[in-house]
């Protein structure tokens, strides 16, 4: 009896190796599928997302201030530039950047004066801080970055320029983000 | 039986792991080769299910206070962000709530099933006893976790409870209200109250863990008891515990989850209250406020006195009948498949431990039996559910403390087999061992 | 062992004889009690719904109806705080677009739409003047009164419960609630109705007190602080179903049991594949354990 109760292998190796793994395979997909929703829950939730656009009023901001909302849970740039400061970027437009953009590219065609970013620094998430640096930009305190009016990147160890987000006139002084 | 190891290195790796920290070779003793008494039933399969139920309630858990709020003002809405706005969290949740509900449901069968097969008896003591400290840990976890969503039961569960402990009063006048404003934290069931509450609602679990892992040692020590309870004599007792007990373990967990997805998707408020959806409110008391179905019978064993502090007393002695249990039975046989007399108290304890789950869900004052009717209101009048709670109260105290100490001393007991294999071998004994039969208080 | 045991046996045997006497005690000594108020109402048997069983599902445009009865109707005294404009367009909600599944439900036209007929208070970011703006489909529903003690006010006392998860919070749920709706009686003789009331049998209540009539035909039931609200033509239907009593009464119950449990469709579904894989899986392993054990007498 013995030698029975510890006999692993008998005829038919085939069927019950089958069986086996079949039972071993399904559990591994009912494990796979059961992580799912616990990982998902680690994304945003309904509420979160609902609150992914907001609408801003920007007509009380006046040229060469920046007003900064929250949206998504960081700040948004909205700039009202000076002509001399759109003369500026764009005289740079071709200048040797890190992450070369013309001055256009970053606003809303006949809307050139409003500059509209995230105001994170694309080093490590910092807030850079309005109207200071060599460019007249924006300065990031953390490390260094030095960006332009145009928020593009000059100085400092920061790769990209400022991220522009979805955004779009709603009215002449209204603007929707997101 | 927790002899010398029979585990292997492999590979070189394994082999250098093993000098160092040998915790796969405690992963290979303890899980794979462990020799496991070839004859157990399903009843045995409730550990594998309860270890399933506490990782299953550690990570829904997890996640779940990942997205809970424990604040008086917000308790309750962020519950209801959980099973609304967080993707599937409504799943989770569900899991939870009802996870509690069956980690009972197996708790009480794997108590159920060592009171009958005398799991708690020598030289399994010290195992029966942890296993009472996992089962309060679980109460008191339970019972703080249902306070969390801030509902009116959750409300009204810990003014009661916590209110328990004022009885207290009448032992040492003062230290009950100590301890239930020490509860509280405040003058009241408040935010404080809640806030203490998930704290240790989120810490207690990861006790039972450890004690678990305590359970398991002393569980290794002996070895499993069987359902003939006789001690393993010879390797032909046992299969390792890989792949015999795996595969069939895995089996009724199988089978047990299919219970627990069907409350979880098709009937996830069934042992709810209604009440509870409802935010709690200091000002007014449901007209109806019971526990969770898992603490009915001893709500039921509280209620059947008039006297607070006796019916708190009863209560906690309740519990307490199962820590004394293994000195409580005098018996020498230890499963009651050889204890005819035995197995019938036994199945009226069952019955009324049950029955005092039923009547801890009805009003006090309801009518069992109708007798004659009042003149005054026309109420039928006879036996009430608090009468029936004292006789079955009185029952289940006089199993531990009369029946198990009595019966061990008088009952004629059937023939134990002299070891496991012996009932299932042909008829002669074909290939009897040499020198299995010693004698039943070798072990002892 | 056993001398051990004989020990503690000892040890504990005065114990048990105090803790019997304290059992003496309990059974019999002080037997009454007194009694407790009991709490009757009708039993709400008698309605069906589209969304019971494990297959059921919500009628959309029962939702839609119903949606319109809580806004007509409810929403005068009743708020939904839990709820937002943009749950209405949600996966299997009222004003679900299943030809855009991917839209955002809050960027959906209808939850804008709806959103836009409201207004909610908000601070003005310029002057912090605490001012009204359009409501967004983000936004919670709009509470008819600004807190607990304008509602009481305006409803003689009594607070108007919130409806988020009313179905969930009554027994009986959206039976229950599609019952007391219609339930409305002429209180019958020797009841003594208090002023601001009305008897609803299907309300919970003890009418002892109230009974002037024999003690043993208290009737079941109990008041409510809210008149009778669905009367036939009370809201009309936009596809054309008829604004029965009934009718309405039905589409609320619905819309509120789907407010209380929006995901119950995807629940039962996702229930369903759980199920059917377990058992499977259950089959698979159970034949594995017969190949395992074949050859163990046990």
């Known amino acids: 009896m013995a030698e029975t109760a510890h006999e692993t292998h008998g005829e038919e190796p085939h069927r019950r190796d089958f069986i086996h793994i079949a039972a071993m395979a399904t559990g591994a ?54 002509p001399a400061e759109i003369a500026a970027a764009v005289k740079d437009d071709h200048a040797d950047m890190r992450d070369p953009a013309t001055d256009a590219s970053r606003t809303k065609p ?17 807030v850079p801080s309005f109207g200071t640096g060599d460019y007249g930009g924006w300065f990031c305190p953390c490390h260094g970055s030095v960006y332009d009016t145009a928020g593009r990147i000059r100085k400092g160890p920061a790769p990209k320029n400022l991220e522009l987000p979805d955004y779009e006139f709603t009215g002449p002084t209204k603007v929707k983000i997101g | 039986m927790s002899g010398h190891s029979t585990y292997e290195p492999k590979t070189s790796f394994e082999r250098w792991l093993d000098v160092r920290l040998p915790i796969l070779r405690m992963a290979h003793d303890t899980a794979i080769d462990f020799p496991t008494p070839k004859n157990l039933n399903y009843w045995w399969t409730f550990g594998g299910i309860l270890a399933v139920c506490l990782v299953i309630q550690i990570v829904t858990g997890l996640v779940l206070a990942m997205h809970y709020v424990a604040n008086a003002g917000l308790a309750f809405n962020s519950v209801e962000h959980i099973m609304r706005d967080v993707n599937h969290g409504w799943m989770i949740r569900y899991i939870h709530a009802n996870g509690a509900s069956m980690f009972f449901l197996a708790v009480y069968v794997h108590i159920a099933r060592g009171l009958y097969y005398g799991s708690y008896k020598a030289p399994r003591e010290i195992l029966w006893l942890l296993g009472c400290v996992i089962y309060l840990l679980m109460m008191a976890t339970a019972f703080m976790g249902y306070v969390l ?13 916590t209110n328990l402990f004022s009885a207290f009063d009448r032992l040492i006048p003062g230290v009950g209200t100590a301890i239930t404003t020490w509860l509280w934290g405040g003058f009241a069931v408040d935010n404080a109250t809640l806030n203490r509450f998930f704290s240790l609602h989120y810490l207690l679990p990861f006790m039972i863990a450890g004690v678990v892992g305590l359970h398991i040692w002393a569980l290794h020590v002996p070895g499993n008891n069987n359902p003939t309870g006789v001690d393993v004599k010879s390797k032909e007792d ?45 000002l007014v008391t449901p007209i109806h406020i019971v526990p969770e179905w898992y603490f009915l019978p001893f709500y039921a064993i509280l209620r059947a006195v008039p006297d607070k502090l006796i019916g708190v007393l009863l209560m906690f002695s309740a519990i307490a009948m199962l820590f004394l249990l293994p000195w409580l039975d005098t018996s020498k046989v230890r499963s009651m498949r050889y204890r005819p007399m035995a197995r019938w108290f036994f199945l009226i304890f069952i019955a009324a431990t049950l029955g005092l789950g039923w009547c801890g869900g009805k009003l006090p004052d309801d009518v069992v039996i109708a007798v004659g009717q009042d003149a005054v209101s026309g109420e039928p009048t006879g036996f009430t559910v608090v009468m029936l709670s004292r006789v079955l109260a009185t029952y289940y105290f ?33 290939s009897m061992p040499t020198g299995a039969t010693a004698s039943p208080e070798k072990k002892g | 062992m056993t001398d051990l045991s004989m020990g503690f046996r000892t040890a504990f045997s005065r114990v048990r004889v105090s803790m019997l006497a304290v059992l003496a005690v309990a059974l019999f000594g002080v037997a009454a009690q007194p009694a407790l108020a009991k709490t009757t109402a009708r039993e709400a048997e008698g309605v069906s719904f589209s969304f019971e069983g494990p297959f059921g599902v919500f009628d959309q445009a029962e939702l839609q109806r119903g949606y319109k009865v809580y806004a007509e109707v409810c929403s005068a005294c009743h708020s939904m705080k839990l709820l937002s404009y943009r749950d209405l367009a949600q996966a299997g909600g009222p004003f679900y677009d299943p030809k855009h ?11 804008k739409a709806i959103a836009a007929q409201y207004k909610v208070s908000d601070i003005d970011h310029d002057t912090g003047d605490v001012i009204e703006r359009t409501a ?39 039976a229950y609630i599609y019952k007391l709706l219609l339930g409305y009686e002429e209180p019958p003789k020797g009841m003594t109705v208090p002023d601001g009331k009305y008897y609803n049998p299907y309300m919970p ?29 009370r809201v009309q239907f936009d596809d054309k179903t008829p604004s029965t009593a009934e009718n309405e009464a039905h589409a609320v119950a619905t819309f509120l049991a789907w407010a209380a449990d929006p995901h119950m469709v995807e629940r039962k579904q996702t229930g369903l594949a759980v199920m059917l894989f377990l058992l499977v899986f259950t089959g698979l392993t159970y034949l594995s354990y017969r190949q395992i054990w074949r050859n163990v007498a046990h």
Not at chain 2, 247 to 260: M, N, Y
Not at chain 3, 140 to 148: I, K, L, Y
Request: charged share 15%; hydrophobic share 45%; glycine share 10%.
């Open chain 1, 110 to 126: 006949g809307k050139q004066e409003w500059l509209i970013l995230i105001g994170v620094c694309t080093h490590l998430g910092c």
């Open chain 1, 29 to 82: 997909v009912g494990v796979a599928a059961t992580v799912w929703p616990f990982i998902d829950q680690m994304n945003p939730s309904g509420d979160t997302l609902a609150l992914a656009s907001i609408e801003q009023d920007i007509s009380k901001v006046t040229p060469g201030q920046q007003l900064v909302v929250l949206w998504r849970g960081k700040p948004v740039f909205v700039r009202h530039r000076t």
């Open chain 3, 101 to 111: 599944p991917n839209l955002p439900p809050a960027q959906s036209p209808y939850a």
């Open chain 3, 136 to 174: 967004t489909p983000a936004d919670h529903f709009r509470a008819p009164f600004p807190n607990e003690y304008a509602a009481r006010a305006a409803n003689g006392g009594a607070l108007p419960p919130d409806l988020s998860v009313i179905a969930r919070a009554r027994e009986g749920g959206p």
């Open chain 2, 149 to 161: 969503p801030w509902g009116q039961m959750s409300y009204y569960g810990a003014v009661v409870i």
């Open chain 2, 398 to 430: 006089a199993y531990f403390l009369l029946v198990l100490p009595l019966l061990g001393l008088f009952e004629k007991t059937l023939a134990v087999p002299d070891t496991i294999s012996t009932p299932v071998l042909p008829k002669g004994g074909a």
């Open chain 3, 205 to 233: 209540g003890d009418m002892g007190s109230f009974w002037s009539g024999p003690k043993d035909k208290v009737p079941e039931g109990g008041f409510i602080s809210m008149a009778k609200q669905l009367t036939p033509d």
């Open chain 2, 238 to 282: 046992t299969v390792p515990f890989h792949p015999y007990y795996t595969v069939k373990d895995a089996f009724a967990i199988l089978v047990f989850l299919l219970l627990f997805s069907w409350f979880v998707f098709f009937a996830p408020e069934a042992l709810g209250h209604a009440d509870n959806q409802v935010p709690a409110n200091p």
